[in-house]
């Protein structure tokens, strides 16, 4: 069910829930060309009793457009929502271009946060032995408008009348390409957190044919949290329905269908 919420900054935040939220809940944060109308991504966990929240970022579907002034802040914005919901813990999955917010969620609520979980997750540009091994041009200082133009460049195959019903285009094309850009606006920034102050449970799952985020570059990001676990995945690409299923299946709901949480509402 998709609802809407309206933070203290005046954000309009799209959302959805699957399952019960006194079940234990894991919060998804979506990868750059994404939809939280896509639901049966994540229907087999709902089938274990687990409760799957899915945030529309900024910009992205019905989510009003909102420039964060770094991705802590987004961790701020995520325990909003958490605390009307009357989530008191949980666990979170950030895929893609959501690791980060996923990371930055994790910082701001430790106490709540069960266990994060990263699938072929952005690395942190801000280090310079990642950012050596980036493959693609680190632009700092520019404006959501320059991205903007930069994401309808990369993303212009959306414009095939074929891929025009897909909810991942639909939603991610809204307001201009206004999500998609400032991921790739912030992602490079420095994300006013550092991951070294992350001390609860962290796992990475990343395949070593990832075109999009090279292998190197996430096993670097993990390293830089105590006590996190990195998975290596022989195969499969960057992303897949199958490799996303497959993960939270072996991974994923394992670890997290014994918490116990005070749910919501």
């Known amino acids: 069910m998709i609802k809407s919420f309206k933070s203290m900054k005046n ?20 990868g750059m060309i994404a939809s939280i109308k896509d639901a049966e991504l994540f229907r087999n966990m709902v089938d274990r009793n687990i409760c799957v929240v899915s945030i529309a970022r900024p910009g992205y579907g019905d989510s009003s457009c ?8 987004y961790g701020d914005i995520a325990a909003e929502l958490l605390d009307y919901l009357g ?14 917010y996923a990371l930055s969620v994790s910082h701001r609520l430790p106490e709540r946060t069960k266990s994060a979980f990263i699938f072929s997750g952005t690395p942190l540009l801000t280090n310079p032995h ?3 091994l980036w493959p693609y041009p680190l632009e700092q200082g520019k404006s959501v408008a320059h991205f903007q133009k930069v994401a309808s460049e990369i993303f212009g195959w959306m414009s095939d ?6 909810n991942d285009v639909i939603d991610s094309r809204k307001n201009d390409f206004y ?7 912030i992602r490079a920034e420095d994300w006013g957190f550092s991951l070294a102050e992350i001390h609860g449970k962290v796992l990475y799952e990343h395949s070593l044919d990832d075109e999009q ?18 998975i290596k995945r022989d195969g499969g690409g960057h992303f897949s329905e199958d490799t996303l299923s497959r993960f939270l299946r072996e991974y994923v709901v394992p670890r997290i269908s014994g918490e116990k949480t005070a749910g919501g509402h």
């Open 213 to 230: 985020v090279p292998f190197r570059t996430a096993s670097l990001t993990a390293s830089l949290i105590p006590g996190s676990e990195f």
């Open 130 to 132: 990642v950012a050596a």
């Open 87 to 100: 989530i008191s813990d949980f666990s979170v999955l950030g895929t893609s271009s959501g690791a980060p």
């Open 179 to 185: 999500g998609p850009a400032l991921d790739l606006k």
């Open 11 to 30: 954000l309009l935040l799209s959302y959805s829930i699957l399952g019960n939220s006194r079940n234990p809940v894991l919060l998804v944060q979506h």
């Open 66 to 73: 909102y420039e964060l002034k770094d991705i802590s802040e």
């Open 161 to 166: 009348p074929s891929r025009a019903g897909r």
